[in-house]
């Protein structure tokens, strides 16, 4: 804008004299004066104040002076519609021209003139336009319908132009065809539920025979349309097939990927025993190859989709691997997107030249390209088991190199291939700890600490080495000082007798020195493990760990198959399903690949919810039991008395902190270090449901009945007895206040600890009148959430101080997580679905409620009433399914899956809550599993 | 559909500015300049970028960036195609594509860009339907245009944009009817350090200059056809012919054009036409290095070996080099650290050596990459691929053309590593 000011002073000159020439009588003259003109304006200065002088040339029969005052008025109509108008007459006579190209290039450019007064012109003419004989006119009034929408919706619709715009997709005129199609298309993507394009045989009929005539652009509109269709069978989709192929062979690569994305499609359609299945796969692999040799832009496409296409269907391009080898000049962004096709297409067959072309990789300029390419090492040994030998060997070489980031990257895939195969490669370790110095970076710094904890049996020095990395223990990153801090344990728990000062010194470290709360908690954790059953705190601990499986960096597949069905678009290269991202995501329809077992596609959650309640079932077995030991061993006495020493070192201070209720969690690897969030969560769920048994209770936020917070004998004669309800929106505590002392009280304030949630009273303790001896009152005290934020154990307790003429009195209660359910829970069905998909397994846990006699629209009212929403159900095998969404005052979404089975006797209510949390405390996450 | 096209130089100046729609801020490109800055080379922006309105698809041509601006969901290949037509189209029409020449000739420019795009659709593409709109500027037709007040725009309907063959302009008329066909093949390939083909390819591609009258329906036919399983063709090349004949038959455009393309990879038909023995080390101390680099004719099908040439991305710590050719001469780049040796035609009785001393930066350390050497040379009268044009028949005319084939074998990215 700075710029545009300052040209246009410049010009001020200029102006005046291009005004001159403009209303110069020569025709010549006039001509060169708006080329000058069109000259500034395309710079981006600003010749506006040309305006009436320009568009009085527009009268002319000079066809190319026409145009360029066209293009000027286009430019800017709309920051002078008044001054437009004057042009409408004149464009209006252009539209009723002998000359084709006249009427159609006035008809394209009213439709550019943003301005409302000129689109009511605009009507009739264009209504004429889009039946002219000429198919030109035609081809380019269909368009001009388009712009006219972007403009105006309603007038569109009103005047009828869409109905108009369906009848030329019959249009004799394969161009005609192309451009209706576009044109429908884009106005279809404002209006997703509008049956605009509908596809019915006839018109597919009619689209196929356009493509095959129209231009490369018209086939690509043409070839998106058809990939909206779903075909009734195999045979139509099969002859749909035959006659796109042929696109396969087309020069332009946009041509070629929107035909692939067909293809995908329907072949899905396709019986796999067929004869043209197999032709059809073949067929696939050499347009897909040739995109490769396209300039690197289109090349950066072509790799997105093909990433996509080989996990859909890896045998296309099993044997293309070299294409995708890597030349040292290619860009940057094609590199990195060839490495992962090659990953994926690694196996036994071909891993030996994957792997030497990595290595060479590795020892490339770029430096984020050969950390890609160490780690894609990793991920070979990890994917293609018989190659994992040839892979350790290989990022030992690399190790040999000592180049450092090559070294630090390598030492953490390595700690990756230990966990895929135990006990398998552990001679490596004495070359990873002659390394150990030239860790600086601190995911290196974290995974070779973790591989000495993990075998410090084997490592003789192991206590030396995790010391030397305790003497900075401070200026470490909170990744390594966890891994440092479970390290150590593990040591002390494998060699208990050489390293119980080196535990002790991390134990104090990481609870007494350390501001960080997770890594205290995982302190104290430790601690108190170590002092209250070491046997335990050995299984806990030295768990045997879950393998890691290369599943994990392929797509989903639900949102794979969404994704093939956008092969080309946008979503396909983000590898994000449209409604993700797209501007205002208006709704943006679903699609889904049409499988011949996808019956049941009308519900709007897609089917692969269900299974994972099945799964969650599993992996809570995983990571809560832990798994059975031979037997326990004999503590030593040095161990015991270690124990003991912890014990008296200051758990006392510890044991009213920390809440017994942990044990559920812990058998999870210790990497992430879950909390327990049991308790409050299924209790408080459990209360919703049992109060709903009740009939006729009034709809309404849940608010458990009052308990004695305070007794008066701990307080001086000050009873406190007190509950929480959300009401209209507003956290409320609400306190009976009873004076079982013989002195009047008087001065009552409130004070609460930090806690989970940031609660905080939102005004003084209204108690005004002095309390007299037996004397009871009611106080309702509202909180905010915005007071200071601290984590505790369990995540919902609430410590407070009451003060009055007395003393201080200190209690804690539990509030219920209902309370923190904001009315805005609701959540898009769209933005459920992605997030429900998103969520990891690990965050997932089930409980049931029993003896819920409600059904199921019941308790979803019921559970309205405490802003927990129900975002969908349906019914599967008699089971209703509600999908609910809640949202806590911090923001955290728990979303959540609700069966009720109805043919039950009893009115069982079972209740499958899989609940997602990431709470956030100073940057670390913490991940709550609440467990049955 | 495409909102905006911005042009930007390699010093990141917006130059020019096109809207199809509404007006969109220069600004918007400011998420592309910082991009630019994270990317260093111009070489590696990213091509697709993602503002929290818009989405920038971006191509790099010529030193000249080609930045459109899309705000609903519109296929990136799509855009990019359109992109290179455009750079194409003005390459076509000024010569070249750059900055000087695009500023010289803005209007027309201008004119092209709207006749291209309608809405953001594409109008019209194609060079032959564009040239009957709006002509090519040529010296004589400015003097000409000066003189009688005539204009560059044509004011005859684009006749070719309705017919079912939309490629070619109705009226052709020659005095000398000709059509000539170039085979070109480029081999793309990676040779490992023992000089063993880690990957290797062929790239070829069919121009095509045909200046015959009237509407001509062509066939050209190959003696051994089979060798093209993947190919791709010019709209309009009638593909049920060559499903079923393997012949190709069309009504060409008018001018020049790419008939079709075709990509062999089957490695035993790859021919590697020459050799390269070399040795690059960088010794631990002495801040030094050694280079030496032989090449010789391996596969040539007796044919001699041209335009070799041979370029070197030195590691950065190399300062000068002290080199020997036996043949051509060298030039190193300190600027850039690239060593171009350029050897000419290839003797067979006497190799061509390259050798001598590398000096590096004292107290650099060993330099840790192998440079990758790349190999530039030219074959006249062979395709690599042995792919032969057995006949060219002409239908519909009655004149006599004439007729030619020429074929060409060059290097693509001819990569040898170290």
């Given at each position: 804008?700075?710029?545009d ?11 005046f ?61 709309k920051s002078?519609?008044?001054m ?14 002998p000359n ?13 003139i ?15 336009c ?5 198919p ?27 109905d108009?715009l ?53 086939q ?5 349309c058809?990939a909206?269709y ?110 992962d096709?090659?990953?994926?297409l ?23 390209f ?13 994917k ?10 290989t ?14 990257e390598?030492?953490v ?5 230990f ?36 075998y ?6 192991a ?25 150590i ?5 494998k060699?208990?007798t050489?390293?119980?000062e ?24 430790y ?20 393998l890691i ?17 956008h ?86 201070s ?26 409050p969560?299924?209790g ?64 009552f ?37 915005v ?5 505790m ?11 009055n ?6 209690f ?14 609701k ?29 199921s ?29 809640m949202?806590?005052?911090?923001g ?24 997602y ?10 991940i ?5 | ?5 911005f ?49 920038l698809i971006t ?21 990019i195609e359109?992109?290179?037509r ?18 010289d ?10 006749e ?77 350090k ?9 790239q ?6 045909v200046?015959?009258?009237g ?22 090349v ?20 790419t ?30 290095g ?67 001393s590398?000096?590096?930066q ?7 990459e ?21 006949r ?21 990215k ?5």
């Amino acid at each position: 804008m700075m710029n545009d000011s300052l040209f246009s002073l410049v010009c001020a000159g200029e102006i005046f004299e291009l005004k001159a020439e403009l209303n110069s009588d020569k025709k010549e003259k006039k001509k060169e004066a708006v080329k000058k003109v069109i000259a500034s304006m395309t710079v981006g200065k600003d010749v506006s104040a040309l305006f009436p002088d320009v568009v009085n040339c527009m009268q002319t029969d000079n066809l190319e002076l026409k145009k360029l005052v066209y293009l000027y008025l286009m430019n800017y109509a709309k920051s002078q519609p008044d001054m437009a108008i004057m042009a409408v007459n004149t464009f209006v006579k252009d539209c009723e021209d002998p000359n084709p190209l006249i009427r159609a290039l006035a008809v394209r450019t009213m439709g550019c003139i943003r301005v409302d007064k000129i689109t009511e012109y605009l009507c009739e003419p264009l209504r004429k336009c889009l039946k002219d004989e000429d198919p030109y006119v035609r081809k380019t009034a269909a368009v001009c319908v388009a712009k006219l929408h972007d403009i105006n919706a309603q007038l569109v619709e009103d005047q009828g132009f869409l109905d108009t715009l369906k009848d030329l997709i019959s249009d004799s005129n394969p161009m005609v065809v192309a451009n209706a199609v576009a044109a429908l298309s884009e106005i279809a993507e404002s209006h997703p539920n509008s049956n605009l394009l509908d596809l019915n045989p006839q018109t597919i009929n009619k689209l196929l025979t356009a493509l095959n005539e129209c231009t490369e652009w018209g086939q690509i509109f043409i070839l998106d349309c058809l990939a909206n269709y779903t075909p009734r069978d195999d045979r139509e989709s099969q002859s749909i097939c035959e006659r796109v192929t042929p696109r396969l062979s087309h020069a332009n690569s946009a041509v070629v990927l929107s035909a692939v994305k067909v293809l995908m499609k329907f072949m899905e359609m396709l019986p796999k025993d067929l004869d043209y299945y197999g032709t059809l796969l073949k067929k696939l692999a050499p347009p897909l190859v040739t995109l490769l040799s396209a300039e690197p832009e289109l090349q950066y496409v072509a790799l997105r989709n093909i990433n996509l296409i080989v996990q859909r269907r890896p045998e296309i391009l099993k044997h293309e691997m070299k294409v995708f080898f890597v030349k040292y000049n290619d860009p940057i962004y094609v590199k990195l997107e060839k490495l992962d096709i090659m990953i994926r297409l690694a196996s036994q067959a071909n891993i030996a030249q994957v792997l030497a072309e990595l290595k060479e990789y590795a020892t490339e300029v770029d430096v984020d390209f050969v950390r890609k390419a160490v780690r894609a090492i990793g991920r070979c040994a990890i994917k293609v088991e018989q190659s994992a030998e040839r892979c350790v060997s290989t990022l030992l070489d690399l190790i040999q190199t000592k180049v450092n980031y090559v070294v630090q990257e390598a030492i953490v895939v390595i700690k990756d291939i230990f966990r895929k195969y135990p006990n398998k490669y552990e001679s490596v370790i004495a070359t990873l700890c002659e390394n150990l110095d030239s860790l600086d970076e601190p995911e290196a710094r974290a995974a070779m600490i973790w591989i000495v904890g993990e075998y410090a049996e084997r490592i003789d020095n192991a206590d030396e080495l995790l010391e030397s990395f305790l003497e900075g223990f401070h200026d470490e990153s909170t990744q390594v000082q966890l891994q440092l801090l479970t390290a150590i344990v593990k040591l002390f728990l494998k060699k208990p007798t050489e390293t119980q000062e080196l535990v002790q010194q991390v134990l104090s470290l990481a609870t007494q020195d350390s501001d960080n709360p997770d890594l205290r908690d995982r302190g104290y954790i430790y601690w108190r493990l170590l002092s209250t059953d070491p046997v335990a705190a050995k299984e806990v601990v030295l768990a045997e760990k879950p393998l890691i499986s290369e599943e994990t960096d392929l797509i989903e597949p639900t949102l794979l198959e969404e994704l093939i069905c956008h092969i080309g678009t946008l979503a396909s290269v983000y590898h994000k399903p449209p409604s993700a991202f797209v501007e205002g995501s208006r709704g943006v329809q679903h699609k889904r690949l049409p499988g011949s077992s996808a019956a049941g596609v009308s519900e709007a959650p897609p089917a692969v919810i269900p299974s994972q309640g099945d799964l969650l079932g599993d992996l809570l077995n995983l990571d809560l039991t832990p798994p059975t030991t031979t037997g326990p061993p004999p503590p030593s006495s040095g161990m015991q008395m270690g124990a003991m020493d912890l014990l008296g070192g200051g758990l006392d201070s510890l044991v009213g902190y920390l809440h017994s209720t942990m044990g559920a969690g812990f058998g999870a690897p210790p990497a992430a270090m879950p909390a327990s969030f049991t308790a409050p969560v299924s209790g408080g769920l459990d209360d919703l449901f049992d109060l709903g048994g009740g009939v006729g209770m009034p709809m309404g936020a849940y608010s458990p009945p009052k308990t004695v917070w305070l007794p008066a004998m701990k307080a001086k004669g000050l009873e406190i007895s007190g509950t929480f309800a959300r009401r209209a929106g507003v956290i409320q505590m609400e306190m009976t206040l009873t004076n079982k002392a013989m002195s009047v009280m008087t001065d009552f304030a409130i004070q609460f600890n930090r806690n989970s949630f940031g609660l905080a009273p939102a005004g003084p303790l209204q108690v005004l009148t002095p309390l007299s001896p037996n004397q009871s009152i009611e106080v309702t005290l509202p909180l905010n959430t915005v007071g200071p934020v601290m984590k505790m154990e369990p995540l919902n307790n609430l410590q407070v101080a009451v003060k009055n003429n007395i003393d201080v009195f200190y209690f804690s209660c539990q509030y219920p997580i209902s309370m923190l359910f904001v009315e805005d829970g609701k959540m898009e069905r769209q933005v459920f679905l992605a997030t429900w998909k998103d969520i990891p397994n690990d965050n997932e846990s089930q409980f049931q409620i029993k003896d819920c006699h409600l059904n199921s629209d019941a308790a979803s009212n019921k559970l309205q009433g405490s802003n927990i929403f129900t975002i969908a159900k349906r019914t599967v095998e008699g089971q209703d399914m509600l999908y609910q969404s809640m949202k806590l005052t911090n923001g955290i979404w728990v979303l959540a899956e609700l069966r009720v089975q109805a043919g039950n006797p009893n009115y069982t209510v079972i209740c499958t809550c899989v609940l997602y949390m990431y709470l956030q405390f100073n940057n670390i996450n913490i991940i709550i599993i609440p467990a049955a | 559909m495409i909102h905006s096209l911005f042009l930007i130089n390699h010093t990141g100046d917006i130059f020019l500015e096109k809207h199809w729609k509404s007006v969109i801020s220069r600004s918007v490109c400011d998420y592309f300049f910082e991009a630019k800055e994270k990317a260093v080379d111009p070489e590696n922006v990213p091509p697709v970028l993602q503002t929290p309105h818009h989405y920038l698809i971006t191509i790099y041509r010529g030193k000249l960036f080609f930045l459109s601006v899309i705000q609903t969901e519109v296929p990136p290949l799509f855009v990019i195609e359109f992109l290179h037509r455009v750079a194409d189209t003005f390459q076509d029409y000024f010569g070249e594509c750059s900055e000087v020449i695009i500023k010289d000739n803005v209007v027309t420019v201008y004119e092209l860009l709207e006749e291209m795009l309608d809405n953001g659709f594409p109008l019209a593409t194609e060079s032959n339907v564009l040239k009957e709109m709006i002509r090519p500027p040529t010296i004589l037709r400015s003097v000409v245009n000066t003189l009688t007040g005539s204009s560059n725009v044509g004011d005859t309907l684009p006749t070719g944009q309705l017919s079912n063959i939309p490629w070619r302009r109705a009226g052709v008329k020659y005095t000398n009817n000709e059509a000539y066909f170039d085979v070109i093949e480029e081999i793309d390939a990676i040779l490992d350090k023992s000089g063993t083909t880690v990957f290797a390819e062929i790239q070829g591609v069919i121009e095509a200059c045909v200046r015959l009258t009237g509407m001509p329906d062509l066939t050209l036919s190959f003696m051994n056809p089979r060798l093209l399983d993947d190919v791709s063709f010019h709209p309009c090349v009638r593909f049920k012919r060559w499903e079923s004949e393997r012949v190709l038959s069309f009504i060409p455009p008018d001018g020049n054009f790419t008939l079709m393309t075709y990509h062999v990879s089957s490695q035993n038909l790859v021919a590697i036409p020459v050799y390269v023995k070399q040795n690059i080390s960088f010794f631990e101390t002495g801040n030094c290095g050694r280079l030496d680099i032989t090449i010789g004719p391996k596969q040539t099908m007796g044919k001699t070996v041209e335009g070799l040439m041979v370029t070197v991305h030195m590691p950065k710590a190399v300062l000068s080099t002290n080199l020997t050719a036996s043949q051509g001469n060298y030039t190193y780049d300190l600027a850039t650290k690239v060593l171009v040796w350029d050897v000419g035609k290839l003797n067979p009785q006497k190799l061509p050596n390259l050798r001598g001393s590398l000096s590096m930066q004292a107290g650099a350390p060993k330099p840790e990459e192998n440079p990758s050497l790349n190999i530039d040379l030219k074959i006249q009268q062979l395709a690599i691929s042995g792919l032969k044009v057995s006949r060219l028949d002409m239908y519909g005319e009655k004149y006599k053309p004439f007729k030619g084939v020429k074929y060409v074998t060059k290097a693509g990215k001819f990569q040898v590593r170290t």
